[in-house]
């Protein structure tokens, strides 16, 4: 594996360790609520094996957390958790007029809105 996507699979498999640590499984509930293998699933915890879309979709899902987090490493698990539990409460003119809004408040304070 090229240094780049060693270092990349590294730093996601440290997210998935911490995050399954977080909801205080051991590997083999991982392997189990998501349906991939245990060995797998130490490997990508050691860096060893990248994720295809797949696995990171069945992560995610069991794990209730963002690919974006698993990723990239921008929103934690707890954040992501306490806006979808804010957008679940409302219907979707309140949950774009919502996005509306924090997209005019991120433009105020000078950040550049990611593409849709």
Request: with cysteine; net charge positive; proline share 3%.
């Amino acid at each position: 594996m090229p240094k780049k996507n060693y270092d990349l699979a590294l730093e996601i498999g440290h997210r998935v360790c911490k995050c399954r640590k977080d909801l205080g499984w051991k590997q083999h509930e991982l392997a189990s609520r998501t349906g991939l293998s245990l060995q797998f699933i130490a490997c990508v915890e050691r860096g060893e094996k990248g994720l295809g879309y797949e696995s990171i979709i069945k992560i995610c899902q069991a794990m209730e957390i963002t690919a974006d987090y698993l990723l990239t490493g921008t929103a934690t698990p707890a954040e992501s958790s306490y806006v979808q539990s804010l957008f679940a409460v409302m219907d979707e003119k309140q949950r774009q007029a919502s996005i509306g809004i924090l997209e005019r408040v991120l433009l105020a304070c000078g950040y550049r809105l990611p593409e849709k």
